[in-house]
């Protein structure tokens, strides 16, 4: 099973820009589509952004397009989300997930492997 670690949380005022970073251990991490997520208090956990195993295809949520944007560096077993415009809306926990057979719309049950999470805070 792929491991995932998420990073690059922090505090930041609306307007401003985050980068998450997910880091991978395993070899087939490279194989596998990743989808970010995000689940706010007291909401379920919501899709945001996935890439598809070349990084060749994306597909966003529409709460975020346009101003998120995923890459994946499969050399380095990477995958970012460069958030810019920041809403206060966009405060979360935010999740990554691999093992992943699809890019396209996926729900969270199209992942098996998850992250722990990182905290994003967006001050008004």
């Known amino acids: 099973q792929v491991q995932l670690v998420e990073s690059g949380g922090g505090l930041v005022q609306a307007g401003g820009s985050l980068r998450l970073s997910c880091a991978a251990s395993?070899?087939?991490?490279?194989?596998?589509?990743v989808g970010w997520f995000r689940q706010a208090p007291g909401k379920e956990r919501e899709f945001v952004a996935a890439?598809?195993?070349?990084?060749?295809?994306?597909y966003y949520a529409d709460s975020v397009k346009g101003r998120f944007r995923i890459s994946r560096d499969n050399a380095k077993n990477t995958v970012y989300l460069q958030m810019n415009s920041l809403k206060p809306e966009d405060t979360a926990i935010y999740y990554c997930?691999?093992?992943?057979?699809?890019?396209?719309?996926?729900?969270?049950?199209?992942?098996?492997?998850w992250g722990q999470g990182t905290q994003v805070t967006v001050s008004s």
């Open positions: 890439i598809s195993w070349s990084g060749g295809d994306t």
């Open positions: 997930a691999t093992e992943g057979s699809s890019w396209y719309a996926p729900s969270e049950a199209d992942f098996g492997s």
């Open positions: 395993g070899r087939t991490f490279s194989t596998y589509a």
